[in-house]
């Protein structure tokens, strides 16, 4: 039953009632009239009870985190050993222009803007090149953690020492936002968590808390699968519903605009990546054999329980396999953000990385924002934004001179698209979505956390996430034709990526 605290009249009432009882029993009559003795004895009490009732109220509270106060929930997560999570750093892009086009310009390191209200962000781009309307993009960090960092599409922010050659001022084109500090209605439900799944030295808590522990490989997340034995010979599904044996995937953090797949993790701390394959240096930490930060031991502890051997035959820490998805996308653009031509260009096979070679008069198109295929890609999503350079034509075929904007030497016989003026925002867009994918689950569904997601990717899903792209105004999703449902510990991954009217 709930303790509830009164108030100190009710208190010096409750008392001037006992102490009335008292004397009638005695034949007596107690003056307890307001100003009488016995009631400024009382109110004198109702003070002090008072407050000791408020004490007792949150003590009764603070036992347990659901409603403990703030004071209370540090305090539990010193015991348990859970921190508070700490907020983010709002991530910008914004334009930047230069004196000229087609011009390469350093960012010198540690170069600031600031916003008007003096919020203060990190340049973290090195250096751009820009298009044939002097425009370039850069990346943004904000110096603080919280959600005083985020702005607006549109704001402006202004260098505190602009590069040579670049203006003093950027417009901003994203953000994703920052959040600030847990509040204590997040951090409750962290605790909550763990002691909902208390450690129990091998249940499905535990070997996330040890994987995502590990420092010697960035881990962002791990998914447990109980009951899944670990195949015989990685990568490969292993057998499921076998008792005394468990899987765990580890997936690395957001791959972003980064060429390398970093969910998946590197199996040597460093730098070797392998789809579906042990993590032996975070299995050597679970046996003891390395500490937290990944030096070799000689006399570690052991994390695993001791039924469970230490060569993975029943239980194993992996990286997930993938499976790669070709992601086609019809758009319709506001006026400000229209494809700036339309149809399509064929590239022919006399292209090199500075002559872009395709079919038809095409001249009409030079200085125009198109993107290419590269032989050999080397940007997620594959497809390459340029500006065609000096178009000339020589029957039956147009060349750019692509000297400035070089295009990575085009496959042959491949389509060239115009690239929108959002053609990076809707990158972003779509690398968040896919990177926010999930491993499949298993049937009947046994992996842990759930999270809400069993890792499928739903056309609707992904249409959505364009149009939150300023100047998306609709989004039909032609690649993949259907909604997507991994198998076990698989996530889907961006192969290509394209776009058109």
Not at 465 to 473: D, E, F, R
Request: charged fraction near 15%; hydrophobic fraction near 40%; include cysteine.
């Amino acid at each position: 039953m709930a303790f509830t605290a009164r108030t100190r009249s009710q208190i010096r009432d409750q008392l001037l009632g006992y102490w009335s009882a008292e004397y009638s029993v005695r034949g007596e009559t107690l003056l307890t009239s307001e100003g009488s003795d016995a009631y400024l004895l009382a109110s004198q009490i109702g003070v002090i009870e008072e407050a000791l009732d408020a004490q007792a109220v949150q003590v009764s509270r603070d036992i347990l985190p659901d409603q403990a106060s703030t004071a209370a929930l540090e305090r539990f997560g010193v015991v348990y050993g859970i921190p508070r999570p700490v907020g983010t750093y709002a991530q910008l892009t914004a334009q930047v222009e230069g004196f000229a086009a087609f011009t390469f310009y350093v960012i010198p390191a540690n170069t600031q803007a600031s916003a008007t209200d003096g919020t203060l962000y990190d340049v973290t781009t090195a250096s751009v090149t820009t298009d044939i309307n002097k425009h370039a993009t850069i990346a943004l960090t904000a110096v603080a953690i919280g959600v005083g960092g985020n702005r607006s599409v549109g704001a402006v922010l202004t260098f505190q020492t602009a590069p040579a050659g670049l203006n003093a001022t950027v417009s901003v084109l994203s953000c994703v936002p920052a959040v600030g500090p847990a509040t204590d209605e997040v951090y409750r439900s962290v605790l909550l968590g763990r002691l909902r799944d208390r450690p129990a030295s091998g249940n499905r808590s535990d070997w996330r808390s040890w994987v995502t522990s590990y420092l010697g490989t960035p881990v962002a997340a791990a998914y447990v699968y109980p009951l899944l034995k670990p195949p015989a010979v990685p990568p490969g599904v292993g057998t499921t519903g076998t008792l005394g044996c468990v899987t765990v995937v580890a997936v690395g953090p957001a791959q972003g605009d980064s060429f390398v797949n970093t969910r998946i993790l590197p199996s040597d701390d460093l730098s070797s990546r392998a789809v579906g394959m042990p993590l032996p240096h975070i299995i050597d930490y679970i046996n003891g054999d390395r500490t937290i930060a990944g030096v070799p031991t000689v006399d570690g502890y052991q994390l695993r329980p001791v039924t469970m051997g230490p060569d993975g035959d029943n239980w194993t820490v992996e990286t997930p396999d993938t499976f790669n998805t070709f992601c086609e996308l019809t758009l319709v653009l506001s006026g400000a953000f229209a494809f700036p031509w339309a149809g399509t260009m064929f590239t022919e096979p006399t292209s090199t990385n500075t002559s872009l070679v395709v079919l038809g008069d095409q001249t009409a198109k030079e200085g125009l924002s198109a993107l290419v295929l590269p032989v050999t890609p080397d940007a997620r999503g594959n497809y390459r934004q340029v500006t065609l350079g000096n178009a000339t034509y020589s029957a039956p075929n147009t060349t750019f001179d692509q000297t400035l904007d070089p295009v990575g030497s085009p496959a042959n016989y491949t389509y060239v698209y115009p690239a929108p003026p959002n053609w990076n925002l809707i990158r972003l867009a779509v690398f968040a979505f896919f990177d926010s994918l999930a491993p499949g689950d298993t049937s009947p569904a046994s992996r842990w956390p759930a999270d809400g997601q069993d890792g499928s990717l739903y056309q609707s899903s992904l249409a959505a996430a364009v149009i939150a792209v300023p100047g998306v105004l609709s989004c039909t999703v032609n690649l993949p034709a259907t909604n997507l449902t991994p198998i076990e510990k698989t996530i889907y991954t961006l192969s290509t990526l394209w776009v058109h009217a």
